[in-house]
């Protein structure tokens, strides 16, 4: 993914559903002329130039480099730092199109906060009142957790899923949704009290590269928690399918995945059923159709699908120095902490 700025506004996902606009805005500083955007000036502090990582100013409807050569627009509210989803594109597909599937408030559920929970091992008192980084935010299921849990919430993503996200939490003054790429990330190092990247960087082209841009913007003494697809089950079952799957165009793949996931829960024991989750296993989370169809998309449709080990992913923690390195009883969830000093 190019990091170079850039001054058009994002192109959206050739195929996906257009995001209406957020609720509410209002300029973000008196008299000058400035973006629209929520008034959250004192969070928007946290963004710097990915580059030269200099402080940035609020100009012209975005956010302007130091030495006035770069400029990233705010669109919808939205900081950019990326000019389109680049490989993301299913993913702005998928989070737009199933914007409320997994959002807990929505569903009336709190499976996104037992999720967060497994994957991370933080509750509440881990996080409130401190500054979390959400990498690869998605729909925000997991920003809009945090956020009730009392943290502030820096929620990123490479896709257009940002613009789905901030339906759910852009009005949250304590919630700032950037359009960037976690290999280029508009953060000065020790920014973070936390960050948490669930189920994100194995769909990077490296998994652990992108994994290592992470510990260096923690506080002294932050945590950091992480969950890959283990190399195992059908995680490894879809891999061999992802060079054809991936290049289906994203409202017909989802089409046939909606198509083949309710054929299968409507026949569970046809024999053709078994067969088919042999070869190509589809998602069956219990948490109803529209789910197992989004992540049965999700799971086949992204251009990168890596799958790793849990003693691989503790083994890039302690290269990246950090300390406490545990993993979770959910396979390869790990977290760790930034040395005090
Ligand atoms: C499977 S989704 C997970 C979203 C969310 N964490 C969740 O579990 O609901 C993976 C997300 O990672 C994002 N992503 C992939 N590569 C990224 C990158 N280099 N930088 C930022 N986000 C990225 C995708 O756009 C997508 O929204």
Same mark, same amino acid.
């Given at each position: 993914m190019s990091s170079m700025a850039h001054s058009p506004s994002p192109t959206p996902p050739r195929d996906a559903p257009a995001p209406p606009a957020p609720a509410a805005s209002v300029t973000a500083s008196a008299g000058a002329p400035t973006a629209s955007i929520p008034d959250r000036s004192a969070l928007l502090r946290?963004?710097?130039? /990915?580059? +030269? +990582?200099e402080s940035l100013s609020l100009q012209a409807g975005g956010l302007t480099s130091a030495d006035g050569r770069r400029h990233w627009p705010i669109v919808r509210g939205i900081p950019r730092f990326v000019p389109a989803d680049d490989y993301a594109a299913s993913f702005g597909f998928e989070w737009n199109l199933h914007d409320t599937t997994q959002i807990d408030s929505v569903q009336s559920t709190k499976v996104s906060e037992q999720v967060l929970r497994d994957k991370?091992?933080?509750?509440p008192d881990d996080v409130r009142g401190r500054l979390v980084l959400d990498a690869g935010c998605g729909a925000g299921r997991f920003a809009e957790v945090l956020l009730d849990w009392g943290a502030t919430v820096v929620a990123v993503d490479l896709s257009s899923a940002v613009d789905a996200a901030a339906r759910h939490v852009g009005s949250n003054p304590r919630a700032l949704l950037v359009q960037a790429d976690i290999g280029s990330l508009p953060f000065a190092p020790g920014t973070f009290d936390a960050i948490v990247s669930i189920g994100v960087l194995h769909h990077t082209p490296d998994t652990r590269t992108h994994f290592l841009k992470? /510990? /260096?913007?923690?506080? /002294?003494g932050g945590t950091i928690a992480i969950w890959v697809y283990p190399d195992e089950g059908e995680y490894r079952r879809r891999l061999p399918w992802i060079p054809v799957t991936s290049r289906v165009r994203s409202r017909w793949f989802h089409g046939f995945c909606k198509v083949l996931v309710t054929w299968m829960r409507r026949h569970p024991r046809h024999p053709m059923s078994a067969w088919i989750q042999q070869i190509f296993p589809i998602s069956s989370q219990s948490h109803g159709l529209e789910n197992d169809m989004l992540d049965t998309f999700d799971g086949y449709s992204p251009r990168y699908h890596g799958v790793h080990g849990a003693e691989q992913v503790m083994g890039w923690f302690r290269e990246a120095g950090l300390e406490d390195v545990e993993s979770l009883p959910i396979a390869t969830s790990v977290r760790g902490r930034r040395p005090r000093s």
């Open positions: 946290v963004l710097r130039d /990915p580059q +030269g +990582g991370t091992g933080l509750g992470l /510990p /260096p913007l923690l506080k /002294p």
